[in-house]
Every structure is written in C-alpha cells, then in structure tokens.
C-alpha cells in the first residue's frame, strides 16, 4: 500500500508540469495585454510600460517566459498578483480554505442524502418513493446552479428572512450555498447508488445470505451496499473535485471570497500569475482526493488491496 501510494504522489509531477504548460500557454495566447490593466489608461509612456512589463516579467517569449514561471514555481514562488503586490500564494491561502470549507460540506450533505436515497430506492424498486426520488435526483441534475440559487435566496433570505444572502462568516452563511451546489452531487450520488446496488443485489451470493437466514437490512447494508460502494466512492471523488473548480458561480452570487471568485476576477483583470496559481492548486487538490479514494476502494474491497500491493 506504502509503495502504491508513494507511487501515486510521484505521478502528481507530469500531471502538474503539464497542467502547467497548459494553462500557461492559454494565458499567453490569450488576446490583451495586462500592462493596460493595470495602468487603467492611455496617459502612461512608452517607457513607463516598458518598465513594468520589465518588473512583472512580461517582456520575454514564450520559452523565456514559461522557463521563468516554471523555474520560480519550482522554488515555491507563484508570482505577484499585478492588482495587490501581494504574493499569490497568500491571495490562494486566504481564499482556498473558504472554497475547501463550501465544498467539504455540500459533498457531505451530498452523500448523506444521495446514498439514503439511492438505498431506499433500490430496496423499493419500482415503488412511488423509487419513481418520486428519481424524478427529484433527474430535476437536481437539471437544474442550473446558479438558478437555483438565486431561487434559494429570493425565497429564504428576501421572502421569509431566515438565512443571510451572501457572507460566509458563519454556519447560517453556509446552508444556502452549499444546497445550491450539493444538489446537484446528491442527484448524482442517488442515481448511482440505486443502479451499482441493483446490479449488486441480484448476484448469487445474496440469494445465499438470504437462504443461510440472514437478516434483510444486514444483508441490504453489509453485502449489497457495501460491494456497490465502488462505483459509488468513484462519483463522490469526481463530484468533490468538480465542486472545487466549479462552484464559481455559487461563490459571485452568495458573496463568498473563495478561490473561483477570486480567478473569475483576475481573468477579468488578465491577472495571470493568480489564475495559474488558481488552476494549479485545484489540479494538485483534485489529484489529492482522487488518491484518497483510490486508498478508500481498498478499505472497501479486499480484491483492491492485492493489486495495490
């Protein structure tokens, strides 16, 4: 398992040289200049903006540039944020763990609700609680995010005023947005759920815990759920790091200073070191939890653990 997961860590360097690369190179392609952003206006000279393209490291090529930005990367610096002069990495460590915050419990909620559900709707198949379940879960995977909400907080927070609109100061804060992101997930979750335990129960050796006498929720809960889990943990990992990236919108419109917010105002601003910097830390926390599930698949089937071995 040791040798397994040392292995893995040690992939995380393609993986993160060439999302590198990647977003790099849409930065440099990417039409405008972030000297005019900066400087607001056509009243500064020639030589002026020469020198601050000299000072923010812009005056290169591709290659010089890219050998540049790689080589401090290496050495732990992100760059400057061109707005704040601040360093990147304190910009991403004051917003990242409000993002982390949002996404750690809309994929909670997400699993709690999705899995009970998915559960109950394939121990009932083909009951109203089946069809009505997953008519909710197909609705939540339908509906637009930031539809929902906006619908959230025309409803909670301007109608009845129980919950704020926007801040993330505290748990009040929380409910509404991570709904409105969790949806989603939980729908997904369900479906999925409900089809492995399907596929699961029918197998044979459920028909032989039930002749040995077994109890049915044991055998629904330790046999079946337990060996549908597979697919189910591969949903829940792929939902969370797509939570991460992905909940931009749900941060502009609840008000919440996380990290999507923050790279959708510096693409505005062709800020580009805080969106390389953006983008790399999601990539590198994407990988981190699909580590983790991998090390969770072994928890869950003993067959993974031979061949992590």
């Not at 040791?2 to 999302?19: D, E, N, T």
């Not at 763990?97 to 121990?123: C, D, E, Q, R």
């Not at 539809?147 to 959230?152: C, D, M, V």
């Not at 009040?172 to 997930?185: E, F, N």
């Amino acid at each position: 398992m040791i040798k397994y997961i040392l292995r893995r860590i040690l992939m995380f360097i393609p993986v993160m040289l060439g999302v590198t690369m990647l977003v790099f190179t849409l930065m440099y392609i990417t039409p405008g200049d972030p000297i005019d952003s900066i400087l607001e206006g056509g009243n500064s000279t020639v030589e002026q903006r020469e020198a601050l393209r000299e000072e923010l490291g812009l005056n290169g090529g591709y290659f010089q540039r890219l050998y540049n930005y790689v080589s401090r990367l290496m050495k732990g610096d992100m760059g400057i944020c061109y707005s704040t002069k601040r360093n990147v990495s304190e910009r991403i460590a004051s917003t990242f763990p409000n993002t982390l915050k949002l996404t750690s419990i809309s994929v909670a909620l997400a699993v709690v609700i999705g899995i009970t559900m998915g559960l109950l709707a394939a121990v009932w198949q083909y009951s109203i609680f089946d069809s009505v379940s997953m008519g909710i879960a197909m609705v939540g995977n339908a509906m637009p995010n930031f539809w929902q909400g906006l619908l959230l907080m025309l409803v909670f927070a301007v109608k009845l005023k129980w919950l704020p609109a926007t801040g993330f100061s505290s748990w009040k804060h929380v409910i509404l947005p991570a709904i409105t992101i969790g949806t989603s997930s939980a729908a997904s979750i369900a479906r999925m759920t409900r089809s492995s335990m399907l596929e699961v129960i029918r197998q044979d050796y459920i028909s032989t815990a039930r002749a040995k006498g077994q109890n049915e929720w044991v055998i629904r809960l330790h046999h079946v759920l337990k060996n549908a889990m597979i697919p189910v943990l591969t949903t829940i990992g792929t939902q969370f790091g797509y939570l991460l990236g992905g909940s931009v919108l749900t941060e502009s419109i609840f008000g919440i200073n996380g990290i999507g917010k923050m790279m959708v105002e510096a693409i505005k601003a062709r800020n580009y070191p805080v969106v390389q910097g953006g983008v790399l830390v999601i990539a590198l926390s994407f990988s981190v939890v699909n580590l983790i599930i991998d090390i969770l698949y072994a928890a869950v089937d003993p067959r993974m653990r031979s061949k992590m071995s």
